[in-house]
T-cell receptor
Framework: RKEVEQDPGPFNVPEGATVAFNCTYS??????FFWYRQDCRKEPKLLMS???SGNEDGRFTAQLNRASQYISLLIRDSKLSDSATYLC?????????????FGKGTKLSVKP | SAVISQKPSRDICQRGTSLTIQCQVD?????MFWYRQQPGQSLTLIAT?????????ESGFVIDKFPISRPNLTFSTLTVSNMSPEDSSIYLC??????????FGPGTRLTVL
């Protein structure tokens, strides 16, 4: 089983749609969870951390289910500018601060 | 978040040569990392650049191929040695902020002919 698995997409949605991305991770010792956004030919940028209680930042909602080792990202009222690849990221656990494991990403394309 | 710059932003190199990539951060950071992103793939950690000691390499990466320097808390270099076309990739440095959040430099796009 891969360490972090995501549906590669692409997800092609119209403006204003709601879209959800899912991610599973294999290391039950992981303690930190993130969604990053990567635009074409750019570096990944942190979109949001994911907390156990779930968290929201504007149109973006992230949820974590530790029992199922599952993370989700919901984007409401999608904009053209949301088109990017969304990377699910977890740390490797065991107290390691830096070792992040990246999923391959889910590509989102928002159309007018 | 820290401001991170990398040099060069891109390069085209001949096989068998070496390239040194620089990473500069605008503030002192304890932990710096080097990642590789091969075409169509996600990021893979190469090594942790430790200040004052040897870098810590991940499985599949060795010091002879990817020597790393970390002379102070704001700067690091990664050298890609004896390059082959398989080394064509984007190389990114990153630093850790609060709560394990990592911030990336703009990357160095390397093409090996």
């Amino acid at each position: 089983r891969k360490e972090v698995e995501q549906d590669p997409g692409p997800f092609n949605v119209p403006e204003g749609a709601t879209v959800a991305f899912n991610c599973t991770y294999s290391n039950s010792a992981s303690q930190s969870f993130f969604w990053y956004r990567q635009d074409c030919r750019k570096e990944p940028k942190l979109l949001m951390s994911v907390y156990s209680s779930g968290n929201e930042d504007g149109r973006f909602t992230a949820q974590l289910n530790r029992a199922s080792q599952y993370i989700s990202l919901l984007i409401r009222d999608s904009k053209l500018s949301d088109s990017a690849t969304y990377l699910c990221v977890v740390n490797s656990g065991g107290g390691s601060q830096g070792n992040l494991i990246f999923g391959k990403g889910t590509k989102l394309s928002v159309k007018p | 978040s820290a401001v991170i710059s990398q040099k060069p932003s891109r390069d085209i190199c001949q096989r068998g040569t070496s390239l040194t990539i620089q990473c500069q951060v605008d503030s002192q950071v304890t932990m710096m990392f080097w990642y590789r992103q091969q075409p169509g793939q996600s990021l893979t950690l190469i090594a942790t650049a430790n200040q004052g000691s040897e870098a810590t390499y991940e499985s599949g990466f060795v010091i002879d191929k990817f020597p790393i320097s970390r002379p102070n808390l704001t700067f690091s270099t990664l050298t890609v040695s004896n390059m082959s076309p398989e080394d064509s990739s984007i190389y990114l440095c990153s630093v850790v902020g609060v709560r394990d959040r990592q911030f990336f430099g703009p990357g160095t796009r390397l093409t090996v002919l």
